[in-house]
């Protein structure tokens, strides 16, 4: 079965948000996938870097639901070498800042108890699942 | 001094909006003015004759035509006055059409009342013009083609067979360039060294090409007609007329270094014959190999040549050469895939570029098996090309096609190999490119799409292993090659930075040469004289590089032929008395025409009569010969004499070269502008002095603009600078005095951008709109602010 994606104006919506947040200019990615097997958390995305920024370029909103937005490891090895200079990094966090504007709290700090998670995990998972 | 004035009606063009008989009565009334005519095609031979006959029976010595564009028709006059007996420039056009009838058809009104100005303004100019003589240089058939590969070959053998002398240098020891090195071309896939060896023996033979090869080119003055340009021609210590080519040297030189021709893979003696098909075809001793020529350590090689070719006296020798046009085919560099460590060139023993892998297909051709190839197989696209990261933004054009070429030629010697060619956009752009294209799909090569971010090396068997998203399928694909082919793009070659700092050639954004024109003028540079062929001008295949040859030999052939040339009346000139030697305006001067000899001195081949140097004299000494500064500041004056309280007169001086043209599309294309919007003719927005601008706001001007070529397609390189520098000058001064120094700007155009130049139009009109006119009393301290410097 072949998905169709009916390009309306909320896509295109979509796709300014998510360009004012980064300050990136995602329509300059020419998908070379560069940033894919630059990524070392690629194999365990849903989606891979190259295939975010396509779905951003058309305005494709379930990537938010994606669970590769999370897995970026913020590393910044696409942004160094994406031919294009764009700063992908900047991209998936401009991504999760969308879930995390909403405000629900992924993580309840209570529940968590201090030794069970490395203090930068701690840290890292406080940034990341709570708005 | 005696004017006519002609106003047409271009058939309606003009007179359905303007009320061409009442410019007609305004323009009687002109000082000087002593015929008028309202005529329905002036650029029709009727039209044409009646200035011809006014000229005649009214001792008429100057014309003014109000009709459409200069640049639609000015030739036309021209011709017009030269036939009744005027100098060309004894004319000036009134652009009452695009100016005024087309952009303001709504509100024929203004038309008419702008067109009267436009006349006035013409006519004023006139006045003030001074009959200007076409000066006309001798020049004669010697010409420098620099570089020796397929590019100079091809524009060397073009002018030779038209007559010209042609003086070849080449840096390396033979010619042939990189296509001597290439096994075969696409898309026709002819061997590359078959087709080339002809065209080089003739280059040896042809009596008008005098090849200097193992040359440098150590200066150049002077210009066109005239360049002066002193080579040194290396020892070769190889006597050329004599060696035989025998190799019998070569079996006794105890020196082996790598051979730079098949790019260090293989090695060479100190004393070598460059190529087999070296042209001239004999060897040469390598100085800095050769265990010693002064005092002489080994002598071996003399010892075996029969030929008795060898000479360890051999010394540099130096030529001067006068020289009247140069063509340049400096060429290229392949990308240095070092600087994309993630590759691992260099480092792993797989990955090698795709110009190594040529010089092991023609050596494997001839018997030699340089290293094995192996059956798997992927080329990797774009490697210094379109990446940001290293700074190289363009495509290199030819990588797509010779990658499809080298995967067609191994797969077809082998069809068990498996060829994977890793791209993110192919170009196969070119004539039979798309077939050819197919044709390697056919053979079982597979396209995919998505380049790798890395590439590791097995270290058990060294295979690498490339890990690369098919960008179509969304996976992530990993497999083991026995040969990663870096399929490396185009930069400059280092020979080309080298004469592009000689010569003061400027480049693109790119590093490559920069051409005149990029539609019209692909092959002249920016320095009259000077033509450009092949890569040195930009990545290009072979097609292309000979089809550029042949047009700069072309281009280099319509100046010399006649034996003589016109050159542009539009030059510089220096006012001996007033000018202290202060050189201030060799700063400005973006081709370097000024020379210091006590006073300055322009030279005026050389200048391009931009009139940049002029606001750089302190002591106003410098004007243009034609649009002068008399004749500017009379046009400023027309434009705003019969200014009313209230009225807007803005004021946008536009290069003839972006901002005239520009202008003239919008009329063309009737968008409207206001029609407070006065646009002033000027070669260049550089000539256009802050004291003129401070002028014009004196006399009462509400704005002013200057429009300017971009950098990237002007004649003029860097009069963008001299403009900011201008342009600030006054806002200080318009500043200083309490006017708002918003109403001076400037812009650089090309010719396309017809929205930009209607807005800017309308905006600098709302400036004065929204701040009025400026109260006279502090118009008139604009008399007294120094224009600070
Ligand atoms: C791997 C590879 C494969 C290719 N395959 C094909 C193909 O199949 N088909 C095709 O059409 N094209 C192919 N090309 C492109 C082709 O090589 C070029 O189009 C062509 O060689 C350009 O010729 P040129 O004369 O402009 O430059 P070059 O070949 O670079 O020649 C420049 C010459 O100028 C000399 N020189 C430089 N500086 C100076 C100086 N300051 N003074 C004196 N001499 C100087 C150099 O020594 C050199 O001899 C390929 C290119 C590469 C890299
Ligand atoms: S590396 Fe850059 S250009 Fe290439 S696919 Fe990723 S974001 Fe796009
Ligand atoms: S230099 Fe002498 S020995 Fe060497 S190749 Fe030439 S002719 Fe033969
Ligand atoms: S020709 Fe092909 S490989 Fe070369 S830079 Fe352009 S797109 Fe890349
Ligand atoms: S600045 Fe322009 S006008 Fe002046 S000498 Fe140089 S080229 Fe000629």
Redesign the pocket.
């Known amino acids: 079965m072949t998905e169709v994606i009916h390009i309306e104006k909320k896509n295109v919506k979509f796709l300014q948000k998510v360009v004012e947040l980064s300050g990136e200019e995602v329509t300059m990615c020419e998908q070379c996938g560069i940033c894919t097997t630059s990524c070392p958390m690629a194999e365990e995305m849903d989606v891979s870097p190259a295939g975010i920024m396509r779905a951003v370029q058309i305005g494709d909103e379930s990537v938010v639901e994606s669970k590769a937005i999370w897995f970026c490891a913020s590393c910044f090895t696409c942004t160094v070498r994406c031919p294009r200079g764009i700063d992908l990094a900047k991209v998936t966090e401009a991504l999760r800042q969308l879930t995390l504007r909403k405000n629900v709290d992924h993580i309840d700090l209570d529940e968590v108890k201090k030794e069970s998670l490395p203090a930068i995990a701690l840290v890292s998972a406080l940034r990341k699942f709570t708005g | 001094m005696r004017i006519g004035v002609y106003v047409c009606h271009c058939g309606g063009n003009i007179s359905d909006i303007v009320d061409v008989d009442e410019v007609a009565q305004f323009a009687s009334h002109l000082p000087d003015v002593v015929v008028v005519r309202s005529i329905s095609h002036m650029c029709s031979e009727s039209g044409q004759k009646a200035i011809v006959d006014d000229v005649g029976e009214y001792r008429l010595d100057r014309v003014v035509v109000a009709a459409c564009s200069p640049q639609f028709q000015g030739t036309t006059f021209e011709k017009t006055l030269l036939k009744a007996g005027l100098k060309p420039n004894m004319v000036e056009m009134a652009n009452i059409r695009e100016q005024s009838a087309w952009p303001h058809y709504e509100m024929p009104e203004k038309a008419t009342e702008k067109a009267k100005v436009l006349t006035a303004m013409a006519v004023e100019k006139i006045r003030r013009a001074k009959p200007v003589e076409r000066e006309s240089m001798k020049i004669g058939k010697n010409v420098l083609v620099i570089g020796g590969g397929i590019a100079g070959i091809q524009a060397s053998l073009d002018l030779a067979n038209a007559g010209f002398n042609v003086f070849l240098v080449e840096k390396s020891p033979t010619i042939g360039g990189h296509m001597a090195q290439l096994s075969r071309t696409f898309p026709t896939e002819d061997c590359a060294s078959c087709i080339l060896t002809p065209k080089m023996a003739d280059v040896a033979e042809h009596p008008n090409i005098h090849l200097l090869t193992y040359s440098e080119i150590l200066e150049v003055s002077g210009s066109v007609g005239n360049f002066k340009v002193r080579i040194k021609m290396k020892p070769r210590y ?1 006597d050329e007329s004599r ?7 070569e079996k006794v030189c105890p020196v082996s270094v790598p051979d730079e021709f098949n790019l260090g893979m293989t090695k060479r003696k100190a ?1 070598y014959l460059p190529s087999s098909i070296a042209t001239p075809h ?2 040469v001793i390598d100085a800095d190999a050769c265990l010693g020529i002064v005092p002489l350590r080994c002598g071996l ?1 003399e010892q ?2 029969e ?1 008795n ?2 000479n360890y006296d051999d010394m540099p020798k130096y030529i001067n050469l006068d020289i009247d046009t140069i063509i340049v085919a400096t060429g290229f560099d392949i990308f240095n895939a070092k600087l994309k460590p993630q590759y691992g060139y260099g480092k792993f023993q797989n990955v090698i570029t795709a110009l190594e892998l040529e010089r092991m297909i023609v050596e494997a051709a001839e018997g030699h098996i340089i290293r094995p190839i192996g059956k798997d197989i992927a080329f990797i696209q774009c490697v210094g090309s379109r990446d940001k990261q290293v700074g190289n933004l363009y495509c290199s054009r030819i990588c797509c096609m010779y990658a499809t070429k080298l995967a067609s030629l191994l797969k077809r010697a082998d069809p068990s190999r498996d060829i994977y060619i890793f791209y993110t956009d192919l170009r196969a752009y070119g004539k039979g490119f798309e077939e050819y294209y197919r044709n390697a799909q056919n053979l079982g090569i597979k396209f995919i799409r998505g380049r790798p971010g890395e590439l590791m090396e097995n270290p058990e068997n060294k295979k690498v292993i490339v890990r690369v998203e098919d960008t179509l399928t969304r996976k992530i694909i990993e497999k083991e090659f026995d040969l990663v082919v870096l399929s490396v793009g185009l930069v400059p070659s280092k020979g080309t930075i080298e004469i592009a700092e000689m010569l003061k050639l400027p480049r693109s954004s790119d590093g490559f040469l920069k051409e005149a024109h990029p539609k019209f003028r692909p092959v002249d540079t920016p320095i009259e004289g000077i033509f450009v062929a092949g890569t040195a001008q930009g990545p290009k295949d072979i097609p292309d590089t000979v089809a550029q040859a042949s047009a700069a030999a072309a281009r280099a052939i319509t100046l010399m032929n006649k034996g003589e040339f016109e050159m542009s009346p539009i030059k510089a000139i220096i006012d001996e008395e007033k000018c202290d030697g202060c050189g201030e305006c060799i700063k400005h001067c973006p081709v370097d025409a000024i020379k210091m000899n006590g006073k300055a001195k322009i030279n005026i081949p050389i200048c391009k009569g931009c009139g940049a140097c002029i606001s750089s004299c302190p002591r106003d000494a410098i004007d243009l010969k034609i649009f002068s500064n008399d004749e500017i500041m009379a046009e400023i004056e027309a434009a705003l004499k019969d200014k009313k309280a209230g009225e807007k007169r803005i004021l946008i001086f536009a290069d003839n070269i972006c901002t005239y043209t520009l202008a003239d599309g919008v009329g063309t294309a009737k968008m409207r502008y206001s029609s407070d919007a006065f646009i002033i003719r000027v070669p260049s927005s550089s000539r256009v002095t802050p004291k003129m601008m401070l002028k014009a706001f004196e006399m009462g001007a509400d704005g002013i603009f200057l429009g300017e070529c971009e950098e990237a397609v002007s004649p003029y390189p860097k009069t963008l600078k001299v403009i900011e520098e201008n342009v600030k000058k006054v806002k200080d001064a318009l500043s200083k005095a309490g006017i708002e120094p918003d109403r001076v700007q400037y812009s650089p155009f090309v010719t396309v951008m017809f929205p930009k130049f209607v807005n800017i139009a309308n905006k600098m009109a709302e400036i004065a709109n929204k701040y009025g006119n400026i109260p006279e009393e502090k118009r008139k301290k604009l008399n007294i602010v120094e224009v600070v410097e």
């Open positions: 190889v060696c035989t080519a025998c190799r019998e040297c004393i004999s060897h090689c075996v040549c030929a070719a060898i």
